[in-house]
């Protein structure tokens, strides 16, 4: 069965602090995928990964940055988090070419304080 | 400027009553178009999809009608059951132009028993 899991359900930080949210594919899949979810605005793609150590902006990357060191895994890092930041995040995966969908991951609550 | 636009934000239906979910696109390039579910605090699930050469796809409860002049698309589902009451996101994504998905805001239906 088709598998991405992000490391954590629920987070609490604090301004300031780095955060890393962690994602593992077990598809073998070529892009992987960062949105946030805000109410009203639906999924908004911080940013995107084709293949091991590429990345793409998306269309809100300020304050983020990614990591694609292995094809299985896709990490978003949150330079110093802020209040904003406040959201959920979603991790998603999918294969290369035409007519395929994207698979996502549980998803993870942070809330910055 | 959104994309794709869900200009409903919810919905609610009476069970065993046909849902119909609308989605408009501005970006004549995409041509690929997907649903997802999304139950709360829960990651979106692919529900179906449909290519820009069918005007139409069936997969049991739900089908997709795809109307490419009017840049429109719409999600019925017959019948309403109360487990179908979750977020429904349309996505769409332009294969040739990049892999990654455009996201609408979401409608919220609410299948009442």
């Known amino acids: 069965d088709v598998k991405v899991t992000q490391s954590s359900r629920y987070l609490v930080k604090r301004t300031g602090e780095k955060v890393f949210l962690e994602c593992v594919q077990d598809m073998d899949h070529e892009n992987m995928f960062w949105y946030r979810q805000d109410p009203g605005l639906g999924l908004r793609l911080i940013y995107f990964?084709?293949?091991?150590?590429?990345?793409e902006k998306g269309d809100i990357p300020e304050g983020y940055s990614v990591s694609r060191e292995k094809k299985e895994r896709f990490s978003l890092i949150l330079e110093s988090a802020s209040t904003n930041q406040t959201s959920m995040y979603l991790c998603a995966s999918s294969s290369r070419g035409r007519g395929t969908e994207a698979f996502f991951g549980q998803g993870t609550r942070l809330t910055v304080v | 400027d959104q994309q794709v636009k869900q200009n409903s934000p919810s919905l609610s239906v009476q069970e065993g009553r046909i849902s119909i979910l609308n989605c408009d696109y501005t970006?004549?390039?995409?041509?690929?178009f997907l649903w997802y579910k999304k139950y709360p605090a829960e990651g979106p699930t692919f529900l179906i999809s449909?290519?820009?050469?069918?005007d139409k796809n069936e997969d049991g409860r739900f089908t997709v009608f795809l109307n490419k002049s009017a840049k429109h698309l719409s999600l019925h589902i017959v019948p309403s059951q109360p487990g179908d009451s979750a977020v429904y996101f349309c996505?769409?994504?332009?294969?040739?132009?990049?892999?990654?998905?455009?996201f609408g805001p979401g409608t919220r239906l609410s299948v009442l028993p």
């Open positions: 990964s084709y293949d091991v150590k590429m990345k």
């Open positions: 970006n004549s390039m995409f041509d690929y």
């Open positions: 996505a769409a994504s332009a294969r040739n132009y990049g892999q990654n998905f455009v």
């Open positions: 449909i290519s820009s050469i069918k």
